[in-house]
């Protein structure tokens, strides 16, 4: 089974909210740079407000060519964005293990941004 996923696949896990995975998808599959940029973006957004997960996104980030400030003005900017369209819910507060305590989306960016160094991904 060498073949490559098909399109059926992507559309799948594009519906099913794996952007992680639809990303990695549209790149084997060629499809148009924009195209993927765009899954791979909404992986990151899933990965740091959904997930909250810190080494998670930044290894996304990484391995998706973002650098820090990229990152920051990308999260800054879809949750400004988030907050104007009334979808505030990935913007609220969460329990935040590294802290023990309820961060909400910005108290959790500002926090792993601080931490950026001090994350190690493998």
């Known amino acids: 089974m060498n073949e490559k996923p098909g399109r059926d696949e992507l559309r799948a896990e594009v519906e099913g909210g794996n952007f992680e995975r639809a990303a990695s998808l549209a790149a ?4 148009p740079e924009e195209e993927v940029q765009d899954l791979r973006l909404k ?5 740091s407000a959904v997930y909250r997960n810190a080494v998670g996104t930044k290894r996304l980030a990484q391995e998706y060519g973002v650098d820090k400030e990229e990152l920051r003005e990308f999260l800054e900017k ?7 369209e009334g979808n505030s819910k990935p913007l609220g507060a969460c329990y935040d293990l590294s802290t023990g305590r309820y961060l909400s989306f910005e108290e959790w960016m500002d926090n792993f941004l601080k931490n950026w160094d001090k994350l190690t991904v493998s």
């Open 28 to 31: 084997s599959l060629d499809l």
């Open 78 to 84: 879809s949750g400004e964005k988030k907050r104007r």
């Open 43 to 47: 992986a990151l957004w899933q990965m």
